[in-house]
């Protein structure tokens, strides 16, 4: 059994390791930074602490919204660096027993199948596409942004 956390991008469900997230916040007002990546969307101050802001849409290569009132950070901790991912929603924590994973085929919905750990098949939600955050989120332009954020 894993805990997962399931969130919504473009109508479809995925899910990332429960272990790797922190917490869930309201999309606040994000302080963008010049000469970063385009999925980083910038920095945010959370409880006192500066926060890289990653668009998990743009990083996974789907088409970008506007934020709803169901827009959320997921704030994960991915090789001891603490980074938001904007999602649709955040919608459910659940268990998935590793019987019903299997791994992601190599095309999956646009999606490069390297960020793809695996597909859940689940009798009461379909098929839920399981992220890689450590692959997800490539620490050194994690670590560029840190770098910025670090000199201000």
């Known amino acids: ?57 743009t990083r996974l290569g789907l088409q970008e919204s506007e934020p709803t009132e169901q827009t959320r950070v997921l704030i994960a901790s991915v090789k001891d660096v603490t980074v938001g991912l904007i999602v649709d929603e955040a919608t459910d924590v659940i268990d998935i027993p590793s019987d019903v994973v299997e791994d992601a085929p190599e095309l999956v919905k646009g999606v490069d ?8 098949k689940l009798q009461d939600r379909g098929m839920l596409l399981l992220l890689d955050l450590d692959y997800v989120l490539n620490l050194d332009q994690i670590e560029e ?4 954020v670090n000199k201000e």
């Open 1 to 57: 059994m894993e805990k997962t956390i399931i969130f919504k991008l473009n109508n479809q469900e995925y899910g990332a390791n429960i272990s790797q997230i922190r917490s869930i916040e309201k999309l606040e007002e994000i302080v963008s930074l010049p000469q970063t990546s385009d999925f980083i969307k910038g920095i945010i101050n959370l409880r006192g602490n500066v926060t890289p802001i990653i668009d998990l849409r």
């Open 113 to 120: 199948y390297r960020y793809i750990k695996g597909v859940a």
């Open 145 to 148: 942004v840190q770098q910025v």
